[in-house]
C-alpha cells in the first residue's frame, strides 16, 4: 500500500530577505514538479494573524520513496547554483520548521523521517 506523503516547510522570514526566498524556493519547486511521484504544491504567505510562520509551503508526495528520491535531485541542483540553503538562512535570519506529514487515520509508512516513532 501507498501512502501520500506531505512535505510541509514552514519559514520565518524577514521582510529584507523576502524576494531572495522566494526565487530560491520557486526555482526548487519548479525542480520539485519534475519529480516523479509529485502529485502537487502550493506556496503560501501569511496575509493576517499572530503565527510567527509567514510562508508555509507544501508538497504532497505519491509516496515516501518519491519524496526521498527528490532530495538528492534538489541538493544536486542547489550545488550547481552555488546556493547552500542552511547558509542562506543563517545569513538573512530565516527560521524553518520542517517536517514530512500523512494523513490523520492513516499509518504512516515504515521510515518515514518525521512520522511518530520514526
Known sequence: MTTTVYRVDKFAVPDTAREEFWRHVRRTHALLREQPGFLDDVLLEQQSGPGRFNVVTLVRWRSADD?????????????????????????????????????????APAGTAGAPGS
Do not use: Q
Open 67 to 107: 519524496l526521498a528520491a527528490a532530495r538528492p535531485v534538489v541538493e544536486r541542483a542547489h550545488r550547481a547554483a552555488s546556493f547552500r540553503p542552511a547558509e542562506f538562512f543563517a545569513r538573512a535570519g530565516i527560521e524553518a520548521d520542517v517536517a514530512n506529514y500523512t494523513e490523520a487515520g492513516v499509518p
